[in-house]
């Protein structure tokens, strides 16, 4: 990784330790990439949980026939 001299530069005047904001912004992004998949995940299990298992398994078929 590497950060630009300017933006260093000032990091370091100010006292900040760049690898634990790195590792804490990378920290924080992670768990909102993780919850935001959650969320997805559920909605996509309350789409999904008014179709058949024989539904499901038609449209899977169907799809492999297509392409």
Do not use: P, Q, T
Not at 10 to 23: H, P, Y
Request: zero cysteines; glycine letters at 8%; a negative charge.
């Amino acid at each position: 990784m590497s950060v630009g001299e300017e933006l260093r530069g000032g990091a370091k005047e100010l006292g900040m330790d760049i690898r634990e904001v790195v590792e804490r912004a990378l920290e924080e992004e992670v768990k909102r990439r993780e919850e935001e998949l959650a969320k997805s995940l559920e909605e996509l299990k309350r789409a999904l949980s008014g179709i058949s298992e024989r539904e499901w398994v038609k449209a899977v078929r169907e799809a492999r026939n297509a392409h």
